[in-house]
């Protein structure tokens, strides 16, 4: 699994290049690399699942643009994997977690209200919520999942 992320939350007038060049070397070449490094290991059933964003689709906050945009770059790949890696046996699918309470975005956070303002259960998501769809993923009932970007996201994008 793939789950390296930071996000800079600033303008692109505010952003340094400096900023937005670390938010993709940690955001897009960690999991290029992490991926590489991972398939001289896999078998057939084996199983990527990366970890992206609700905002790889859709930025519904301003100060988003960069993060957004690796998480864009992380759909793509995922769909480029999967293309890849499908006669292999080895599907490549990609979770998109909306707000979720986690240390480094709490739900009672400054950034919280916000955040829920524009999600329509109106609540943060909890880790155990998404671990669990992980689990599914990873599990022999998804077998035939290949490719998908799958929000869990309390419908933010909706």
């Not at 643009?65 to 995922?78: D, E, L, N, V």
């Not at 155990?128 to 599990?139: H, K, L, S, T």
Request: net charge negative; charged share 20%.
């Amino acid at each position: 699994m793939n789950n390296a992320g930071i996000v800079i939350p600033k303008t692109v007038e505010e952003t340094t290049l400096e900023e937005f060049e670390h938010v993709f070397a940690v955001n897009v070449r960690g999991t290029f690399v992490a991926t590489q490094a991972a398939l001289k290991h896999m078998k057939s059933g084996g199983r990527i699942i990366m970890i992206g964003s609700c905002v790889g689709e859709r930025v519904l906050i301003p100060g988003m643009a960069p993060y957004s945009a690796t998480k864009g770059a992380i759909k793509m790949f995922t769909q480029g994997l999967a293309r890849e890696l499908g006669d292999r046996g080895i599907t490549v699918n990609n979770v998109q977690p909306g707000p979720i309470d986690t240390d480094g975005n709490p739900a009672s956070g400054d950034w919280a209200v916000e955040q829920k303002k524009i999600v329509p259960l109106k609540r943060y998501g909890s880790v155990e919520e998404v671990a669990a769809f992980v689990a599914f993923i990873a599990g022999p009932e998804s077998s035939y999942i290949n490719g998908a970007n799958l929000t869990v996201d309390g419908g933010t994008n909706a």
